[in-house]
T-cell receptor, first 115, second 115 residues
Framework: AQKVTQAQTEISVVEKEDVTLDCVYETRDTTYYLFWYKQPPSGELVFLIRRNSFDEQNEISGRYSWNFQKSTSSFNFTITASQVVDSAVYFCALSGTNTGNQFYFGTGTSLTVIP | DAGITQSPRHKVTETGTPVTLRCHQTENHRYMYWYRQDPGHGLRLIHYSYGVKDTDKGEVSDGYSVSRSKTEDFLLTLESATSSQTSVYFC??????????????FGPGTRLLVL
């Protein structure tokens, strides 16, 4: 079975706080990709990062960092020193050798950063 | 940015009328997708295509049909629009390597209101 779970439906933080968005996945594939997307209030879906199942190195890009742990099937996303512009819905997604030409998306986490 | 356009961007129509949404890409990607996004439901796959004239159903395909006669164009048709098809529709494209789908890029979306 392929599944992506984002248990946090909504999160609110005060500006400059750090926040972690959780993503837990299920797959029997050994080769797969994990993704994060951002959907700001304007509505477009923006690709943030892709991670290969063979690469467990954490990634940092400015205030964004991603922690990929195969042992716990998690691919968590941390925003450091959050800003109002980070307010958006964030989606985690999965594709693999047995996902049948499809992507599996989590239901999204809505992040509100309060000034 | 991936070259994906959707037309129209906004449409208001009446129940029972046919509606066609167009997705156009300039990336020459093999895979194209149609999703709908509704509050509380995240992204739901309607149909997808894995090549010219090759299409398959997603989880919410009832009431929708698709066609792909050229690599660059993927059409979504609502044969007889209903109010339950009021939604935001996203087109997406992807490629695959080693049997795994790579990053999915999204179009800007089409807001459809069925009265």
């Amino acid at each position: 079975a392929q599944k992506v779970t984002q248990a946090q439906t909504e999160i609110s933080v005060v500006e400059k706080e750090d926040v972690t968005l959780d993503c837990v996945y299920e797959t029997r594939d050994t080769t797969y990709y994990l993704f994060w997307y951002k959907q700001p209030p304007s509505g477009e879906l923006v690709f943030l990062i892709r991670r290969n199942s063979f690469d467990e190195q954490n990634e940092i890009s400015g205030r964004y960092s991603w922690n990929f742990q195969k042992s716990t099937s998690s691919f968590n996303f941390t925003i450091t020193a959050s800003q109002v512009v980070d307010s958006a819905v964030y989606f985690c997604a999965l594709s693999g050798t047995n996902t049948g030409n499809q992507f599996y998306f989590g239901t999204g986490t809505s992040l509100t950063v309060i000034p | 940015d991936a070259g994906i356009t959707q037309s129209p961007r906004h449409k208001v129509t009446e129940t029972g009328t046919p509606v066609t949404l167009r997705c156009h890409q300039t990336e020459n990607h093999r895979y194209m997708y149609w999703y709908r996004q509704d509050p509380g439901h995240g992204l739901r796959l309607i149909h997808y295509s894995y090549g010219v004239k090759d299409t398959d159903k997603g989880e919410v395909s009832d009431g929708y049909s698709v066609s792909r006669s050229k690599t660059e164009d993927f059409l979504l048709t609502l044969e007889s629009a209903t109010s339950s098809q009021t939604s935001v529709y996203f087109c997406a494209i992807s490629e695959s390597r080693s049997l795994v789908l790579e990053t999915q890029y999204f179009g800007p979306g089409t807001r459809l209101l069925v009265l």
